[in-house]
Antibody, heavy 125, light 107 residues
Framework: QLQLQESGPGLVKPSETLSLTCTVS??????????WGWIRQPPGKGLEWIGN???????YYNPSLKSRVTISVDTSKNQFSLKLSSVTAADTAVYYC?????????????????WGQGTLVTVSS | DIQLTQSPSFLSASVGDRVTITCRAS??????LAWYQQKPGKAPKLLIYAASTLQSGVPSRFSGSGSGTEFTLTISSLQPEDFATYYCQQLNSYPRTFGQGTKLEIK
């Protein structure tokens, strides 16, 4: 059974960099069949897609965050990571990692089918 | 970006009711739409993809329909465990946007 688990600091100071890691178990992150993504949810609000990475390292980012976001993959550890720089209180959210099936075109039927439990990151001094 | 607008934002219903949630896209997205269910403190759970395909293990009382710009999620007979928030997501283009959510509450 595939499992994803987010980890990282729960409190980050304004203007600093938020760093989270998603550890994948029960499956290989090196599979050519999947994308690995990050989604966030501010307290009491809706879902916001942050970006995806493929095992090869190719990425897609949300343009609203693109200047501050880096998603990377470490196949040796079966992990992928999120870095969000210059954070403000508006970045306070539950951050989820998730998997979706790879497709070669932009338009794709496959949504996120496996999710981590989420981790709350609070931006505060 | 493609905007998804769900209606209603809040819905009050009783066990056994049939309910329908609508998701409208700001431009045509063919059938590249998914529906998720989220309960408090939990990650979203995939219900439907490709607008109308039921994810494995999801009860058959859930169904989806639509294409282009208008989509619906229907629960044929509400069960106590169905009271949650529901989100649509488009997979037609980047960024992969979500609707604002529909909170389904017990009447």
């Amino acid at each position: 059974q595939l499992q994803l688990q987010e980890s990282g600091p729960g409190l980050v100071k304004p203007s600093e960099t938020l760093s989270l890691t998603c550890t994948v178990s029960g499956g290989s992150i090196s599979s050519s069949s999947y994308y690995w993504g990050w989604i966030r949810q501010p307290p009491g609000k809706g879902l916001e897609w942050i970006g995806n990475i493929y095992y090869s390292g190719s990425t897609y980012y949300n343009p609203s965050l693109k200047s501050r976001v880096t998603i990377s993959v470490d196949t040796s550890k079966n992990q992928f990571s999120l870095k969000l720089s210059s954070v403000t209180a508006a970045d306070t959210a539950v951050y989820y990692c998730a998997r979706r099936i790879y497709c070669s075109s932009t338009s794709c039927y496959w949504p996120y089918d496996y999710w981590g439990q989420g981790t709350l990151v609070t931006v505060s001094s | 970006d493609i905007q998804l607008t769900q209606s209603p934002s809040f819905l009050s219903a009783s066990v056994g009711d049939r309910v329908t949630i609508t998701c409208r896209a700001s431009q045509g997205i063919s059938s590249f739409l998914a529906w998720y269910q989220q309960k408090p403190g939990k990650a979203p759970k995939l219900l439907i993809y490709a607008a109308s395909t039921l994810q494995s293990g999801v009860p058959s009382r859930f169904s989806g329909s639509g294409s282009g710009t208008e989509f619906t999620l229907t629960i044929s007979s509400l069960q106590p465990e169905d009271f949650a928030t529901y989100y649509c997501q488009q997979l037609n283009s980047y960024p992969r946007t979500f609707g604002q959510g529909t909170k389904l509450e017990i009447k």
